[in-house]
C-alpha cells in the first residue's frame, strides 16, 4: 500500500452540499497538508428545491434534471476545497434522492431510503478497501436532523465499517480494512448559539433568521470530542458552499438554504469520536491524533 498518503480520510454524505456546510474547512484543510480526502456522495440530491429562479425549471416536478446539475456543481465546490476524490455511491444516479421524511418518493424504485442498508454498503466496502482510509466522518443515528437519506446515509457507512474489517464479507471487494477511528458531524449549542448571536447583529438580507435546533447535529458542548479550527479556510468553505447555487444563498458569513432563513457559516467545524482511541487531554484538534498507521 504504498502508494497510499500517510493520512486518508473519508467522508459520506447524503447529498452535493452537506460536505461543504459540514465539512467544508476540514477537506480544504486536510487536503491542503496533503491528506487523502475522500468524499463519496450518496445521491445526486435530485428532489431538492431550487432557490434562484432562474433554474426553477431543473426541480423533479419539472424537468427533473437537477442531479446532473448538482453533480456539477458538486465538482465545482471540491475545486473551491481542493479535493480531487469525490465519487458518488456505485455511479453517480445509482441512488436516488428520498426527498424529505414522509414523502411518496421515499418509497419509490432506487430512491436511498428504500435500499437494503447492505446492498448499498458492499459499494463502500468497495471504496474503503481501495482507499484504506484511518478516519470515516459521516452523521449521527438521526443523520443530523432526520432527513430519510442522512439517516440511510449513516446506516450505510457504520455497516460498510464493519463489512470492510470482516474478512469473509465478499473477498471480491478487496483485502480487508479497519477504519481507526470513526466520528460523526456535531455543532456544540453555545457555537450555534454565538453565531445566531452575530447574524442577528449583521445587516443581511435574508427575509427571516433560523433558530438553532435548525442546525443538523446540534448537541450540549460535553459531547463534543474533537474542534477543528476552520479560520484559514473559511474562504474556501464560503465559496464551495456557493458553488451549490441551486441550493444555498450566500450572503458574507451568513446562508440560507431553500427556506430562506438565515444561518451563520460555521468555520469551526466539531466532531464526536465514536470509535477508536480518544487523544489524550481535552479536545482533540486533529482527526488523525493517535493514528499511527
Ligand atoms: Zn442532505
Redesign the pocket.
Known sequence: MTDHPARRLLLV???P??ESINNGATMAKYAAEGAAVTLVTCTL?EEGEVIPPALAHLAAHRDDTLGAHRVAELAAAMKELGVTDHRFLGVPGRFRDSGMMGAPQNHREGAFWAVPVDEAAAYLVEVIRSVRPQVLVTYDPDGGYG?P??IQTHRVAMRAADLAADPDFRPGLGAPHTITKIYWNRVPRSYAEAGFARLRAATVSFPGTGVVDDIPGVVDDEVITTEIDGTAYAAAKTAAMRAHATQIAVEGDFFALSNNLGQPVLTTEYYELVRGERAPGGRENDLFAGVTT
Open positions: 454524505h447524503a447529498h452540499d452537506d440530491g432527513h437519506d442522512h
